[in-house]
């Protein structure tokens, strides 16, 4: 059994030796090389360990308040937010497609799921979780993560300028109280507390980075402020305000639902946009990491990960959720850069949940407001402003619809699909405007067409415009080498064309067309000149 597990690779032999068994007897995990306990979490690489622990505390303390927040938004029982955060991060941190990015029970993938809520109630919410866990999962197995490679750059700027917009506005709501009833502004004192130990946060955030860099400036501001409030007893909102965060490990339970085809019914579309927009902001989340980091994560892997935190939610109390890009970018601007972060924030929520509630409880809201709003600025893509006289109008378009649709209608999968689909859309038409011909006749008399540019759905109209067949001679040459047959709306054009130069009583040959392309001609034998060697080996993309 040892020697099997010294020749698999590394990470996963710390997992299987904890719960495989040989001859009766439990393989002790001691017997194993302990590099393979080390690679499990990617510490075989150099670690700061002081700034992977001080960095996932200072998620944990970023953490706990929105997932509690947007657990009460819904309608859920607040402990599902925080349990959502521990197992999304434990899950996703060990297991996920890079280190550094940070999982927990995300706004996104939960607004999906307030209608289930208030139609059929928690039990139906759980199942939906599952359910979109096991589509998460289908989607990195069958390797779907890679096409998070067609959203363009200006896509990317309006989606992170969007939601560092949602960030810090959603951080204004702390400066909102609830007088008989009714949500009104702070105002006099509490507002000018609210407002000063806001700002002592934030100073210390961006004045302490160049004393030292020694320790996070994030979790410094959230002591400080909070020694500040302890010390001086000020008055002002703390986490007890939002939700107590007290009880115990996340419980084991099945959902009480009925097994049968019309509880599918309700549950799989919530499931699917659920799924779907978990993994839009996840692999959005990964590629902005990748470029942060300059290194390169792992799409698919990160979305079996996320399905799977996701199964385990749906059957632990959790509410679900996906990775977070706020607290991310909290971890890697604390410095963290392994799995050690994410494994400490997830672990430390979780004692939080067991044995230090009433101590975080009197965290200051003013401190993780604050630091949430620097989160903002940061997330803000600021060199999109330097840049835009310089992008074309289509993609300043494209990036600030994509921004407004994020704002407005807090739906980041509906924004980055809705760019994605006009960005297509303008590319097609400016790839058929490309299409043209060169025409001459040779010595024979016969009329040579040599096509530019690519033929597909945007371009067939112009393709058809290039040819006058009424006055060309009894041959025509039409030559692809210069072009390419891109789809079925190119074949069925090169049809029609060939057609109607049979109908005039003239022959036309096609060069340099690709071997599929000649299958799918009706006329093949009758138009194609086989006898060219250098023909394109290109397929049409049916």
């Given at each position: 059994?040892?020697?099997?597990?010294q020749?698999?690779?590394?990470?996963?032999?710390?997992?299987?030796?904890?719960?495989?068994?040989?001859?009766?007897?439990?393989?002790?995990?001691?017997?194993l090389?302990?590099?393979?306990?080390?690679?499990?979490?990617?510490?075989?690489?150099?670690?700061?360990?002081?700034?992977?622990?001080?960095?996932?505390?200072?998620?944990?303390?970023?953490?706990?308040?929105?997932?509690?927040?947007?657990?009460?938004?819904?309608?859920?029982?607040?402990?599902?937010?925080?349990?959502?955060?521990?197992?999304?991060?434990?899950?996703?941190?060990i297991?996920?497609?890079?280190?550094?990015?940070?999982?927990?029970?995300?706004?996104?993938?939960?607004?999906?799921?307030?209608?289930?809520?208030?139609?059929?109630?928690?039990?139906?919410?759980?199942?939906?979780?599952?359910?979109?866990?096991?589509?998460?999962?289908?989607?990195?197995?069958?390797?779907?993560?890679?096409?998070?490679?067609?959203?363009?750059?200006?896509?990317?700027?309006?989606?992170?300028?969007?939601?560092?917009?949602?960030?810090?506005?959603?951080?204004?709501?702390?400066?909102?109280?609830?007088?008989?009833?009714?949500t009104?502004?702070?105002?006099?004192?509490?507002l000018?507390?609210?407002?000063?130990?806001?700002?002592?946060?934030?100073a210390?955030?961006?004045?302490?980075?160049?004393?030292?860099?020694?320790?996070?400036?994030?979790?410094?501001?959230?002591?400080?402020?909070?020694?500040?409030v302890?010390?001086?007893?000020?008055?002002?909102?703390?986490?007890?305000?939002?939700?107590?965060?007290?009880?115990?490990?996340?419980?084991?339970?099945?959902?009480?639902?009925?097994?049968?085809?019309?509880?599918?019914?309700?549950?799989f579309?919530?499931?699917?946009?659920?799924?779907?927009?978990?993994?839009?902001?996840?692999?959005?989340?990964?590629?902005?990491?990748?470029?942060?980091?300059?290194?390169?994560?792992?799409?698919?892997?990160e979305?079996?990960?996320?399905?799977?935190?996701?199964?385990?939610?749906?059957?632990?109390?959790?509410?679900?959720?996906?990775?977070?890009?706020?607290?991310?970018?909290?971890?890697?601007?604390?410095?963290a850069?392994?799995?050690?972060?994410?494994?400490?924030?997830?672990?430390?929520?979780?004692?939080?949940?067991?044995?230090?509630?009433?101590?975080?409880?009197?965290?200051?809201?003013?401190?993780?407001?604050?630091?949430?709003?620097?989160?903002?600025?940061?997330?803000?893509?600021?060199?999109?402003?330097?840049?835009?006289?310089?992008m074309?109008k289509?993609?300043?378009?494209?990036?600030?619809?994509?921004?407004?649709?994020?704002?407005?209608?807090?739906?980041?999968?509906?924004?980055?699909l809705?760019?994605?689909?006009?960005?297509?859309?303008?590319?097609?038409?400016?790839?058929?405007?490309?299409?043209?011909?060169?025409?001459?006749?040779?010595?024979?008399?016969?009329?040579?067409?040599?096509?530019?540019?690519?033929?597909?759905?945007?371009?067939?109209?112009?393709?058809?415009?290039?040819?006058?067949?009424?006055?060309?001679?009894?041959?025509?040459?039409?030559?692809?080498?210069?072009?390419?047959?891109?789809?079925?709306?190119?074949?069925?054009?090169?049809?029609?064309?060939?057609?109607?130069?049979?109908?005039?009583?003239?022959?036309?040959?096609?060069?340099?067309?690709?071997?599929?392309?000649?299958?799918?001609?009706?006329?093949?034998?009758?138009?194609?000149?086989?006898?060219?060697?250098?023909?394109?080996?290109?397929?049409?993309?049916r």
């Amino acid at each position: 059994m040892l020697e099997m597990a010294q020749r698999v690779e590394p990470k996963w032999v710390a997992i299987v030796s904890i719960i495989f068994f040989n001859s009766g007897k439990f393989v002790s995990p001691f017997y194993l090389p302990m590099n393979a306990y080390l690679n499990l979490f990617d510490f075989k690489q150099k670690v700061n360990y002081k700034n992977e622990i001080l960095a996932g505390l200072t998620v944990a303390m970023t953490m706990m308040p929105e997932s509690l927040s947007f657990a009460i938004l819904a309608g859920f029982p607040p402990l599902t937010g925080l349990y959502a955060a521990f197992i999304m991060g434990i899950v996703t941190s060990i297991f996920g497609g890079r280190p550094g990015l940070i999982s927990g029970g995300a706004g996104a993938t939960v607004i999906t799921l307030i209608a289930l809520m208030q139609s059929h109630g928690l039990e139906y919410v759980f199942a939906a979780v599952a359910l979109a866990g096991i589509f998460q999962i289908l989607v990195g197995v069958f390797r779907f993560g890679k096409f998070i490679r067609l959203v363009p750059q200006p896509v990317m700027y309006g989606f992170v300028n969007g939601l560092a917009v949602v960030i810090f506005m959603s951080q204004l709501e702390h400066f909102k109280t609830v007088v008989n009833g009714e949500t009104v502004w702070l105002s006099g004192t509490p507002l000018m507390i609210m407002a000063g130990l806001v700002a002592l946060t934030i100073a210390i955030v961006l004045v302490l980075p160049k004393i030292t860099k020694a320790v996070p400036p994030s979790l410094v501001a959230i002591i400080v402020v909070f020694a500040v409030v302890f010390v001086f007893n000020v008055d002002t909102k703390t986490v007890r305000d939002i939700a107590s965060i007290s009880g115990g490990f996340p419980p084991f339970h099945v959902p009480q639902i009925p097994f049968e085809l019309a509880t599918l019914q309700i549950i799989f579309p919530y499931a699917l946009i659920m799924g779907g927009v978990g993994l839009t902001e996840g692999l959005l989340t990964l590629n902005l990491v990748d470029e942060i980091t300059a290194t390169r994560g792992n799409g698919n892997r990160e979305c079996i990960a996320q399905g799977s935190a996701n199964i385990l939610n749906g059957f632990f109390f959790g509410m679900g959720g996906c990775p977070m890009i706020a607290q991310t970018l909290v971890n890697l601007s604390a410095g963290a850069r392994a799995r050690l972060s994410g494994i400490i924030a997830s672990l430390t929520i979780l004692a939080i949940i067991l044995f230090a509630s009433p101590l975080i409880e009197l965290v200051p809201m003013a401190a993780l407001t604050g630091v949430m709003i620097m989160v903002a600025i940061g997330t803000f893509e600021w060199v999109s402003f330097r840049i835009i006289n310089k992008m074309p109008k289509q993609d300043i378009f494209v990036g600030m619809l994509v921004a407004a649709i994020t704002i407005y209608l807090h739906n980041l999968a509906l924004a980055v699909l809705i760019g994605v689909i006009i960005s297509a859309l303008v590319f097609a038409w400016e790839s058929a405007k490309r299409i043209r011909a060169k025409k001459f006749t040779d010595a024979n008399g016969v009329k040579h067409y040599k096509i530019y540019g690519p033929l597909f759905f945007g371009s067939v109209t112009a393709f058809n415009e290039k040819f006058d067949i009424q006055s060309d001679p009894k041959e025509v040459i039409i030559d692809f080498s210069e072009s390419r047959v891109a789809d079925m709306s190119g074949i069925e054009a090169l049809n029609k064309i060939t057609e109607r130069y049979h109908k005039a009583g003239k022959k036309v040959l096609l060069k340099h067309l690709s071997p599929d392309c000649r299958q799918l001609l009706i006329n093949a034998e009758d138009v194609i000149a086989v006898n060219i060697v250098d023909d394109p080996t290109y397929h049409v993309a049916r």
